[in-house]
């Protein structure tokens, strides 16, 4: 993980508070396996928005990996938001329900595979919301085709923002005239109205307009900005210009910090000269091994090494055998494939361990999280399994479910199982996602006695709204038959049921095989969804488990997997 990431997330939380306008700017025009994109001037957007009073980050030809890390500055909470404004200069690639911001490395991506290699919109606008006066993603790209798999088409699809989130589309030139005008103070509707080539998405209102800005201090907002590139760069470079301009600023301490850790610090690096410059006057091995004991990360490190191997002696003609790390062989043995190690990752997991994202690869972090099970177990700590080992974490990460769940089912019995309004309560407020919750939330709602139902036709069916599921819909029409929103509700009713009729039907579509359906069984438990058995059975355990993930995920809630359940489930390993 790089420094960066860890320093702006853990450092930003002691940052002074004030009202901040945030703003991200990504042109991605030089793509490795698509057409180039012209007209994506980010450097130049980037200063405007400054100038207007914004904490600006921006990105140029991403990858991937580096797009979702620059679009995670964007999560950072803010007590006191300010506007926001995104701009996405690229390709896009999109199905029946999501849109994705590609990264440059895209290549011939499936529906299976688009997640991996580019942003879901949907994410990016749900990152968005809660901007004060509100906030605006401009889209812009051109209509070139780019290679991409069955199922997915290019371009821009149908979008569902948020409140208080404007879309606006069009070429790179449209989106950069479109982003002037907002800052020169039209409304979103004057500013979509004023150019051909932009549109306004027509379920927005487009009466926004983010002037005049609510600016922040100027000394605060410069400290603040200069950090967040030198954030970004983390080279000695940048935290010695940040020092320069703030040497008392918000961020000077860890600016100090992140340079003697990178071994650039100025003392450190007069040092690093000098050692080198004996070491060169030597000119042994000696010489150079001591230059790189005393700097292991030093600026000469690279040449010290070369030339050492120039200065030792040839090496013995006789084959000499590498070193295979003690465990290794027996591990070997096991013949371990990929979708067995990617489920001892999950069992270490759910053990308590860390061993980095489920993806069947026993790298550094999964041989640390071995190594650490073996340790509280009084085994050789080795971080390579054997067969017993194997045995004990299977039937370990099997009690440790079994009494999860025994837990989940005693707190039931103890307070919901009677249909006690207050038990039912407490039940979930212990497990909100747990074996029974589904239960608790229909049984509370039968009785006109969920947490949050009101009273009255209006209130009602605003809480209906609100909750937007054929439950709560079924609420109000069961209590105000004859109510003044009832035809509507029947109306968003019958659209729900339809809208589940389609998944079970795009479900059915997706021919899931025994294997495929046991893996997202897997991944909902591992989740903490309580699928029940991981057999590849879908049962009505399996599918309340599948609603509580949709809902905690902010997706379409019918209980079955489809593409955009399948797309979040990828997002989610990634992660």
């Known amino acids: 993980m790089r420094i960066a990431a860890v320093l702006l997330a853990a450092l930003i939380g002691s940052a002074p508070a004030w009202a901040e306008n945030r703003a991200l700017i990504i042109g991605n025009a030089d793509y490795r396996s698509a057409p180039d994109l012209a007209?994506?001037?980010?450097?130049?957007?980037?200063?405007?928005?400054?100038?207007?009073?914004?904490?600006?980050?921006?990105?140029?030809?991403?990858?991937?990996?580096?797009?979702?890390?620059?679009?995670?500055?964007?999560?950072?909470?803010d007590v006191d938001p300010g506007a926001r404004i995104v701009a996405l200069n690229g390709r896009f690639l999109h199905d029946a329900t999501e849109t994705w911001f590609m990264g440059t490395d895209v290549d011939s991506p499936g529906t299976?595979?688009?997640?991996?290699?580019?942003?879901?919109?949907?994410?990016?606008?749900?990152?968005?919301?809660?901007?004060?006066?509100?906030s605006v993603l401009i889209l812009g790209t051109d209509g070139q085709q780019m290679p991409h798999r069955f199922g997915l088409?290019?371009?821009?699809?149908?979008?569902?923002?948020?409140?208080?989130?404007?879309?606006?589309?069009?070429?790179?030139?449209?989106?950069?005239?479109?982003?002037?005008?907002?800052?020169?103070?039209?409304?979103?509707?004057?500013?979509?109205?004023?150019?051909?080539?932009?549109?306004?998405?027509?379920?927005?209102?487009a009466d926004l307009t983010l002037a005049p800005f609510r600016k922040n201090s100027d000394a605060l907002n410069a400290d603040h900005?200069?950090?967040?590139?030198?954030?970004?760069?983390?080279?000695?470079g940048a935290y010695q210009d940040y020092l320069s301009r703030f040497p008392s600023g918000v961020y000077a301490v860890p600016a100090r910090l992140r340079l003697v850790q990178i071994g650039r610090a100025p003392g450190v690096r007069n040092a690093d000269r000098a050692a080198w410059a004996d070491a060169l006057a030597a000119d042994t091995a000696p010489a150079y091994?001591?230059?790189?004991?005393?700097?292991?990360?030093?600026?000469?490190?690279?040449?010290?090494?070369?030339?050492?191997?120039?200065?030792?002696?040839?090496?013995p003609t006789r084959p000499i055998a590498p070193q295979i790390p003690t465990g290794a062989a027996a591990e070997q043995a096991l013949g371990l494939g990929p979708a067995e190690r990617g489920a001892i990752q999950r069992k270490l997991s759910l053990l308590g361990q860390q061993p980095g994202a489920v993806d069947g690869?026993?790298?550094?972090?999964?041989?640390?999280?071995?190594?650490?099970?073996?340790?509280?177990?009084?085994?050789?700590?080795?971080?390579?399994?054997?067969?017993?080992?194997?045995?004990?974490i299977a039937a370990q990460a099997e009690r440790r479910a079994a009494e999860t769940a025994a837990q989940d089912r005693a707190w039931w019995q103890e307070t919901g199982a009677s249909g006690d309004t207050e038990g039912l309560r407490a039940?979930?407020?212990?497990?909100?996602?747990?074996?029974?919750?589904?239960?608790?939330?229909?049984?509370?709602?039968?009785?006109?006695?969920?947490?949050?139902?009101?009273?009255?036709?209006?209130?009602?069916?605003?809480?209906?709204?609100?909750?937007?599921?054929?439950?709560?819909?079924?609420?109000?029409?069961?209590?105000?038959?004859?109510?003044?929103?009832?035809?509507?509700?029947?109306?968003?009713?019958?659209?729900?049921?339809?809208?589940?009729?389609?998944?079970?039907?795009?479900?059915?579509?997706?021919?899931?095989t025994p294997s495929?359906?046991?893996?997202?069984?897997?991944?909902?438990?591992?989740?903490?969804?309580?699928?029940?058995?991981?057999?590849?059975?879908?049962?009505?355990?399996?599918?309340?488990?599948?609603?509580?993930?949709?809902?905690?995920?902010?997706?379409r809630v019918t209980g079955y997997v489809t593409q955009q359940t399948v797309s979040r489930l990828l997002t989610d390993v990634l992660r």
């Open 153 to 205: 088409e290019n371009g821009i699809g149908t979008l569902a923002p948020p409140d208080s989130v404007w879309v606006m589309t069009g070429t790179p030139e449209a989106g950069a005239r479109a982003m002037m005008r907002l800052l020169g103070g039209d409304t979103a509707a004057q500013t979509a109205a004023a150019d051909r080539a932009l549109a306004l998405l027509p379920q927005n209102a």
């Open 516 to 555: 495929t359906r046991r893996l997202i069984e897997e991944r909902l438990r591992v989740a903490g969804m309580q699928p029940g058995p991981v057999d590849g059975e879908f049962t009505e355990e399996t599918r309340a488990a599948l609603r509580r993930y949709q809902a905690t995920r902010n997706l």
């Open 225 to 236: 900005d200069a950090w967040a590139e030198a954030a970004v760069a983390d080279s000695a």
């Open 112 to 134: 299976m595979t688009v997640a991996m290699q580019g942003v879901p919109l949907s994410l990016v606008m749900r990152l968005l919301a809660g901007g004060d006066p509100g």
């Open 289 to 315: 091994s001591a230059y790189l004991k005393d700097f292991p990360i030093g600026r000469y490190v690279g040449a010290a090494r070369k030339r050492m191997a120039e200065l030792r002696p040839a090496p």
């Open 427 to 512: 039940y979930l407020r212990r497990y909100p996602q747990g074996l029974h919750a589904d239960a608790a939330r229909r049984q509370l709602t039968e009785a006109g006695a969920g947490p949050d139902t009101p009273r009255g036709d209006a209130a009602t069916w605003g809480w209906a709204r609100r909750q937007g599921s054929a439950a709560a819909y079924e609420t109000y029409l069961e209590r105000f038959p004859q109510g003044a929103q009832a035809a509507e509700a029947r109306e968003r009713l019958t659209t729900l049921r339809a809208g589940t009729e389609a998944a079970r039907r795009e479900e059915a579509s997706l021919d899931l």
């Open 39 to 77: 007209g994506s001037d980010t450097s130049a957007l980037g200063n405007a928005l400054r100038e207007a009073g914004f904490t600006t980050q921006q990105g140029v030809d991403l990858e991937a990996g580096p797009l979702r890390r620059l679009i995670e500055s964007l999560v950072r909470a």
């Open 361 to 392: 690869v026993f790298g550094p972090r999964t041989r640390l999280a071995l190594s650490g099970w073996q340790r509280g177990n009084n085994l050789p700590v080795t971080g390579y399994l054997t067969s017993s080992q194997l045995r004990m």
